[in-house]
């Protein structure tokens, strides 16, 4: 039994130093941080270094490449305005972020976890919604806007590749 007993206490010296490690460098929300900046836990992309403008401008590129690929027709244009209007952030989503970072500072940890846990609900009902409107979207297109669509939502932005999916 002693022989076993100093692998696991091992591991579990391991395990818990790595946790705090982690813990370290753990924002509010689970975000990475590093050298004062803001990293999704995905991969490289940091979140004070984004202008909402370039961002805006980079959705609309990608939405224009997606329009082009699925052929939209002059019927389908109003869904598709709907879902693009879905999809678009809150205008003031990184402003509210950064003053988020900040109020949770100040607060004690069981007040951050109720804060947290009312964050959640809201990404979820964003989600919620994005989610309808992509499925009303995509009960309009043809079976093969259909295919193309699955295609993009399985290997389009934010799906692999380097930086998260942005290539280049």
């Known amino acids: 039994m002693k022989s076993t007993l100093k692998p696991l206490l091992l591991a579990t010296l391991l395990a818990s130093t790595g946790a705090a ?8 929300g689970g975000a990475m941080q590093h050298d004062g900046m803001m990293m999704q836990r995905g991969g490289e992309h940091r979140m004070g270094d984004r202008d909402p403008a370039k961002m805006q401008a980079m959705m609309e590129g990608h939405h224009a490449k997606l329009k082009a690929k699925l052929k939209i027709t002059a019927d389908q244009e109003g869904a598709w305005t709907n879902f693009t209007n879905a999809m678009k952030p809150a205008p003031d989503a990184m402003k509210r972020r950064m ?3 900040a109020e949770m500072d100040k607060l004690t940890t069981p007040e951050r976890i109720d804060k947290m846990r009312a964050m959640r609900a809201e990404r979820d009902a964003a989600m919620d919604k994005r989610a309808d409107a992509i499925k009303t979207f995509y009960a309009v297109l043809t079976p093969y806007q259909k295919g193309v669509f699955d295609a993009h939502a399985a290997h389009g932005p934010g799906r692999g590749g380097r930086h998260g999916g942005h290539k280049g």
Do not use: D, I, K, T
């Open 99 to 101: 003053e988020m970072r």
């Open 21 to 28: 490690a982690v813990a370290q460098h753990m924002g509010p």
